[in-house]
């Protein structure tokens, strides 16, 4: 099993990437996906995350109305489209899986207990 991100990069204040994320040998489209970051120094916190079915997606406050997840199960990848990008949001990148639908706003770090991805760096910066 494994989970392959990519996409990350040094990009201005008020830029765009996107990040993506693949996923090799499991049952994708079974399975919760969210993307994480982590500063160093600090907890690994929650960005996004979307259901099996795409149909329901969690933002953290501080990325709402920035940032996009989504994701193509027929290709086995995770995307999260990131806008407006600001110097805060410098972090690695992490995404992971979970089986199974997200229960209410419980979508943190350790509720995604099966897979992750080896992380892909974000540096905003001018």
């Known amino acids: 099993v494994q989970l392959q991100a990519s996409g990350g990069g040094l990009v201005q204040p008020g830029g765009s990437l996107r990040l993506s994320c693949i996923a090799h040998n499991f049952t994708f489209e079974y399975y919760s996906l969210g993307w994480f970051r982590q500063v160093p120094g600090k907890q690994r916190e929650g960005v996004s995350a979307i259901s099996p079915s795409g149909g329901t997606k969690h933002y953290t406050d501080s990325v709402k109305g920035r940032f996009t997840i989504s994701r193509d199960n027929a290709k086995n990848t995770l995307y999260l489209q990131m806008n407006s990008l600001k110097p805060e949001d410098t972090a690695v990148y992490y995404c992971?899986?979970?089986?199974?639908?997200?229960?209410?706003?419980?979508?943190?770090?350790?509720?995604?207990?099966?897979?992750w991805g080896q992380g892909t760096l974000v540096t905003v910066s001018s």
């Open positions: 992971a899986a979970k089986w199974g639908p997200i229960y209410g706003n419980n979508w943190g770090p350790t509720t995604f207990n099966d897979y």
